[in-house]
């Protein structure tokens, strides 16, 4: 009793903010706990949370997915929902959309209003967000990631991270590493080079690390030259740990350990989603788990050092003290209007307008006219499904709700057009379809993919780039009766859009969320003029996404192994240097105004490295809207010694311009961040000599370009 008394002491009182101290009294209550209590720290003792120490005062783990919403609770040990009625959250867009964003105080906002809905629910640990690179449009899970960027990602992860622990909860930053496919994801073994592996797929977790100070990582399913990645010497112990020194805890995925001398190794500290054995003992049927009995065995006997153990339990109270144990953490909210207005803003940012003929959007709202709302994703709720990203929705605008409330005075007519049941008579919802697309004066496609398996969906990857459920046909069928059509596509993934020239008008939608139909109704009628950008490239067809491009052995493997033979050329590196042009370029998104770039210049020709080039640039909102930009700064390198891409964006600035203005921007770039990763020497290198720098408003619309010289 006294000792409990004492740590709550230590653990509250004001000397506990002093780091060295911190570290202290963490040894200290390490110095009190037995074998069996570390032991039972380092695994699940039900679906969602890790024990505590009852008996001095150190508290359960509270876990919860992430990344778009706080999920509903999960029964203690099976996975049924719960069924509480306390768990109805905001469900913020998709990450996808706030990459489109490309705004880093919008992933901050997004970060401080997810987080206190999690500090609200009582969660330490949000399990999110994800940031694997998007290598194939066929990933179920991409719609969870934020594109096919490393720069990008890793710009707008920092500020999501900071946002969601600023209310004493730890981001758990996922999926570490290279899980860049559902299919065989709990086995598949990745091959990658390490050019790739440093210059692509880690970069992002590496900021989150050591720019966003990330409290958690997530050790991923598939494996890594052999290892699973939630017990991988090279991604957990060399890399994260000693490389980045990250001083945090690495959570497995959910069932993703499966060895204990590697489990007690290779850098894993809790282990979570082993299955639960009540035949082991009814009381703590998780003793079951690698990091259970088993680890109590190997230390009891002296296998295994105890100092193994002690540095797990010293992460995880170093994030209790961080998150549970902290006395000055805010208590949250929830629903608040200000994360409506949040989930609000990042949709209609993230909106992408792919293609507007004849500036066909926006459609004036007073108008009194018929809109064809046609498509089953009009109506369909996106923040069910897909997986642990699904959310019990408090609210859930859907597309044709938010149109009949913006357009209210017109006559909104819905028909549904196809549909994702097979059990549906397809042949009569598409004669319905075709009958109110020849009445109206304008039709509003609202299709693209959902969160059924095979869809944008985890556990399973698409089977098709095409739309599914013959919505092409569709398409080609209504804009054959009536040509004033906008296709709204919702998804978190490119689709083939071999149908584009159909049609007037393509907005690019995502997963939106709460707001999402409120949000696209403000993009169709013009009250919010978009901004989005494409965070990843739409191929044109398959065959030229890079992943594909090389076959089967390249994606998705042999069922047991595969590699990734197109090495750092993932997205928009491939379309550009090897001259395969995309249907809709990474970094493409129009407005409904106009802007012109110009006098792009750099405040010198010739750097050395630690130097920032500073690039400065105006431009010019010569249209009829005030709106933003994204201006975009890609780097590459003339004649290198080795194989690169073509360019790599290495900076980019959004700014609002208003009707008629002009501004001035500058957008610097570290040389630094200019090197390669050389596997001669393990390590980064800057290449002397002369760089292109690309400047434009997408990657395949480079307005200008310089030439520096690095000395
Ligand atoms: C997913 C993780 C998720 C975990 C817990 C796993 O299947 O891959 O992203 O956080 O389940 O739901």
Known sequence: MYIRIFLLFLFISPIFLLNAQEEIIIDDIISKLTIREKVAMCHAQSKFTSAGVPRLGIPELYMSDGPHGIRPEINWDDWGYADWTNDYVTAFPALTCLAATFNSNLSYEYGLAIGEEARYRNKDVLLGPGINIYRTPLNGRNFEYMGEDPFLTSTLV???????????????????????????????NVEVSDRALYEIYLPAFKASVKKGNAWAIMGSYNKFRGQHCSHNDLLLNKILKKMWGFDGVVISDWGGVHDTDQAINNGLDIEMGTPSDKSISKRFPYDNNFLGKSFEKKIIEGEVKEAILDDKVTRILRLMKRTSLNKNRPFGSINSKKHYETAYKIATEGIVLLKNTNNFLPIDKEKKITIAVIGENAKKRMTIGGGSSELKADKEISPLAGIKKEFNNAIVKYSKGYSSNINENT??????????????????????????????????????????????????????????IAVILISGNAVNTNWKNDVKSILQSWYLGSEAGYAIASILSGKVNPSGKLPFSFPSELKDNSAHYFGKLSYPGDGLSQSYMDGILVGYRWHDTKKIGASFGFGHGLSYTSFELFDVNSNKRKYTKGENIEISAKIKNTGKYDGKEVVQVYVGKVNSKVDRALKELKGFKKINVRENQLENIKIHIPVNSLAYYNEMISDWQVEKGDYIVYVGNASDNICDKIVVTII
């Open 427 to 484: 042949n009569d919802l598409k004669k319905e379809a075709l009958l109110l697309a020849k009445d109206a004066d304008i039709i509003f496609f609202i299709g693209g993919l959902n969160k059924d398996s095979f869809q944008d969906s985890e556990a399973s990857d698409r089977k098709s780039y095409d739309l599914p459920y013959d919505q092409s046909k569709l398409i080609d069928k209504i804009s054959k009766i009536n040509k004033n």
């Open 158 to 188: 920092v500020p999501y991270i900071k946002g969601v622990q600023e209310n004493g909860v730890a981001a758990c930053v996922k999926h570490y590493a290279l899980n860049n496919q559902e299919l065989w994801r709990g086995h598949i």
